[in-house]
Every structure is written in structure tokens, then in C-alpha cells.
């Protein structure tokens, strides 16, 4: 072989290397993107079900005592998701920050304040306490939902940066590495 076809040889491995390195850096940061996605719509999905928890407080079709209980604990979720946890919280909340111990205690009063009995007497009695239960039942299903697909999310990034390649090459940055999100959102009376 001659020097030139050993440089166009070179030349060669150099560009598919190079398309190598910026297919996975592009396919790092739409999974990172994706990620974020998720994340924002775990986020609307909790703020959804500790509303429809304080329509169902607020229809009267719960005792007082657990309607206080589940308001208490639906405020404390609808306050964490407005509230920066860092000072220097660089994504503007798109993390869950410590927030698995409120939903985990909402899903909690809920299912002290919804036993099997009591949701039965609620869809017997009808109106607005059946629908303010059905809501927050289909509100309860959307966050589970959408705390799978994150942590989906979540494991495929985790897997694609556990790759020799991105660490060596420094594909993903200075992003931070995701957290899956685990906190207790089984539904009452499942």
C-alpha cells in the first residue's frame, strides 16, 4: 500500500468515527430531552390527581375528618410542585427533588380516606362526589402511567451513558445523570 491510501484509509476510519461520536451524542440528548418530557408530564399528572383529591374533599361525599386529611395532603403536594427545591436549580424544577415522601403520603390518606366501602356508598350515591371519585381514579391511573414511562426513560439514559464510548468521548456533558422517581401510587382499594 502506498501513503496515500494508507491517509485515504485513515481519512475514512476518521469520518465514521467522527459520525459514530455525533449520531450517539444526538441520540444522548434526545433521550435526555425525552426524559424531560416525562418528567414535566409526571409533574402535570400529580398536580391533576391532588386536585381532583381536593374536588373530592370539597363535594362532601367524604366524612370531615378525612376530607380535612386529604386537603392537608393534597395542598402539601400542589405547594412542593411550585416550590424550587435548589437555589441554583439550573433545569427550573424539571427534577422531582424530594418529592416522593408527599405523593407517597397523599396515596396514604387516600387510601385511609377511600377504603373499599366507602368508594361503593360514594358510586351509589351519584353526583358530584361519584364524579370527583372517578376523576381522581382516572387521575390516580395517569400518574402511575406516567411514573413508568419516566423511569423508562430514566433507565434507557442510564444505560446508554453506562456505555464506554459516551464516558470516554464525554458524550453527555455536564448534564446530569436522571434518577428514576419512586413514591407509593397504587389506587385505593386495589
Not at 416525562?38 to 381532583?52: I, P, T
Not at 424544577?93 to 377504603?115: D, I, K, M, N, Y
Not at 366507602?118 to 402511575?144: F, H, K, N, T, Y
Request: aromatic fraction near 6%.
Amino acid at each position: 500500500m502506498t501513503l496515500i491510501s494508507w491517509i485515504v484509509v485513515a481519512v475514512c476510519v476518521l469520518l465514521v468515527l467522527a459520525w459514530y461520536l455525533s449520531y450517539s451524542a444526538a441520540r444522548l440528548d434526545r433521550l435526555h430531552a425525552k426524559v424531560e418530557g416525562a418528567l414535566s408530564a409526571l409533574d402535570a399528572h400529580v398536580v391533576r390527581r391532588a386536585e381532583a383529591c381536593l374536588e373530592l374533599a370539597n363535594s362532601g361525599a367524604i366524612d370531615p375528618a378525612s376530607g380535612f386529611l386529604l386537603v392537608a395532603a393534597a395542598s402539601e403536594s400542589l405547594e412542593r410542585v411550585n416550590e424550587h427545591t435548589f437555589e441554583a436549580d439550573l433545569l427550573e424544577g424539571q427534577h422531582f427533588a424530594g418529592r416522593e415522601t408527599v405523593e407517597s403520603a397523599l396515596t396514604e390518606v387516600l387510601r385511609a380516606a377511600l377504603p373499599v366501602e366507602v368508594s361503593r356508598d360514594i358510586e351509589a350515591q351519584g353526583g358530584p362526589g361519584a364524579a370527583a371519585l372517578e376523576r381522581l381514579r382516572e387521575a390516580g391511573l395517569r400518574v402511575q402511567l406516567a411514573r413508568r414511562f419516566h423511569n423508562e426513560a430514566v433507565k434507557e439514559v442510564q444505560r446508554v451513558r453506562s456505555k464506554r464510548v459516551v464516558t470516554i468521548f464525554r458524550l453527555a456533558g455536564y448534564a446530569d445523570l436522571p434518577q428514576t422517581v419512586e413514591f407509593d401510587d397504587t389506587l385505593p382499594g386495589t
